[in-house]
């Protein structure tokens, strides 16, 4: 659903809405039924909850057996082995491009950042 390099983020922060979530039920419940004076309040607010669990899992998509976004595929045999050894090889070169145009746009902003300081300082 995420890809690698946000994976475990996303993951911490849905268990930690669930758990909120989770977490206000009771207090939710009584203030239901204590504002609408109905013992049945609870009963339909589990309804709803579970109505958005079930639109949940029907637009779902399973992922189970297939290759995560983000993650290297592993080889089934040696040519293969080779291919995306040769993909990755490529990447790479792309990658520390962006990371040198990245360091440098970064040091160009710090010289700025830089020369600010010290003419607010004269």
Same mark, same amino acid.
């Given at each position: 659903? #995420?890809?690698?390099?946000?994976? &475990?983020?996303?993951?911490?922060?849905? #268990?930690?809405?669930?758990?909120?979530?989770? @977490?206000?039920?009771? *207090? +939710?419940?009584?203030?239901?039924?204590?504002? *609408?004076?109905?013992?049945?309040?609870?009963?339909?607010?589990?309804?709803?909850?579970?109505?958005? @669990?079930?639109? *949940?899992?029907? &637009?779902?998509?399973?992922?189970?057996?297939?290759?995560?976004? @983000?993650? *290297?595929?592993?080889?089934?045999? +040696? /040519? /293969?082995?080779?291919?995306?050894? !040769?993909?990755?090889? $490529?990447?790479? %070169? !792309?990658?520390? %491009? $962006?990371? $040198?145009? %990245?360091?440098?746009? +970064?040091?160009?902003?710090?010289?700025?950042?830089? !020369?600010?300081?010290?003419?607010?300082? %004269?």
């Amino acid at each position: 659903m #995420f890809p690698t390099h946000i994976r &475990y983020s996303a993951l911490a922060s849905a #268990f930690n809405i669930s758990s909120l979530i989770a @977490g206000l039920t009771p *207090t +939710l419940a009584a203030w239901l039924m204590k504002t *609408t004076n109905n013992l049945c309040m609870l009963a339909y607010y589990l309804m709803v909850v579970a109505v958005i @669990g079930l639109i *949940t899992v029907i &637009y779902m998509k399973e992922k189970a057996n297939k290759p995560l976004r @983000g993650t *290297t595929s592993a080889a089934s045999g +040696l /040519e /293969e082995a080779r291919e995306i050894l !040769q993909e990755h090889h $490529d990447n790479i %070169e !792309q990658k520390i %491009e $962006d990371i $040198d145009e %990245e360091i440098a746009r +970064l040091e160009v902003k710090c010289k700025n950042m830089v !020369q600010k300081h010290l003419d607010i300082n %004269e």
